[in-house]
């Protein structure tokens, strides 16, 4: 709810809202003469967009439920891999907030356009869900990695991280294995069949699966038919757009490959 991401970054007092048994300290608060970060910045609502764009011009905001208003003095360092200036020219994205966050701008390529960083995040990634998942899996054999090296990528930085997690989670040996990285079929850009050795696993882990390959195909589809709009591929859905993005994520997917393929054509 847009009150709960309110409160996260500006505070809230005691008897705000629903839930809100005592008084809590926000990000912006916490982060006084640092750097805050905001990720996915396009996400944001207008009403929390105006009370960005005040706390930037003017340095004030109030907590949620507040009559006080409170001082910040801070950096602000915000992401989104949305087109914002598509995003104001359809009304969602503020323009004045737009130029007040772009002081300094960085663009980073898609994954597909740095491939000598695949190897790199793959390592990465591999050694981190190695540990989190106390897996004995250290190396990434030349063929998978071949693969990956080969792949376009079109969920990005977030769908090799996803790849390399469920490899880690399934593979049986020290090396990811091609078929650990579940790409086959992906060449073409859409996700694979759902694998025949799916019916060896557990019921859950099976059940799990068939979902997540679901949720892959059918969001793929759907951004493809809308050009990558998330807002009309969430209304023709019949789901929240907060829900869709929340999809795209745990599926490794974003929008930028299929505004492009729009563009393109």
């Keep these: 709810p847009s009150e709960v991401l309110e ?19 926000g990000l912006v608060e916490e982060a006084h003469e640092g750097t805050l970060f905001l990720d996915e910045i396009g996400d944001l609502s207008p009403h929390l967009q105006a009370k960005l764009l005040r706390l ?10 507040s009559v006080v208003t409170k001082k910040a003095d801070l950096r602000f360092v915000a992401a989104t891999n949305h087109d914002l200036k598509a995003d104001i020219r359809s009304k969602l994205f503020r323009e004045d907030l737009y130029y007040r966050l772009n002081v300094i701008h960085f663009e980073l390529p898609p994954l597909r356009e740095r491939r000598e960083d695949i190897e790199l995040l793959s390592r990465h990634f591999l050694a981190q869900y190695a540990a989190v998942n106390r897996k004995p899996v250290t190396e990434i054999s030349p063929e998978a990695l071949q693969m990956l090296l080969s792949y376009d990528f079109p969920g990005n930085v977030r769908e090799l991280e996803n ?3 469920r490899g880690v989670i399934f593979s049986r040996t020290h090396a990811l294995t091609i078929a650990d990285l579940q790409l086959e079929g992906k060449a073409s850009g859409g996700p694979p069949p759902l694998e025949a050795a799916s019916s060896e696993l557990p019921f859950r882990e099976a059940k799990e699966r068939a979902i997540q390959h679901f949720h892959s195909r059918y969001i793929h589809r759907l951004l493809e038919q809308h050009g990558g709009n998330i807002s009309r591929a969430a209304e023709s859905a019949g789901i929240q757009r907060q829900y869709l993005h929340r999809l795209m994520k745990e599926a490794g997917i974003e929008s930028t490959e299929y505004k492009l393929k729009e563009i393109n054509s």
């Design 7 to 25: 409160s996260e970054l500006f505070g809230h007092v005691k008897g705000a809202f629903t839930g809100a048994w005592k008084e809590k300290k």
């Design 56 to 65: 930037l011009q003017e340095g004030e905001y109030k907590p949620v439920g």
């Design 163 to 165: 790849i390399i997690e």
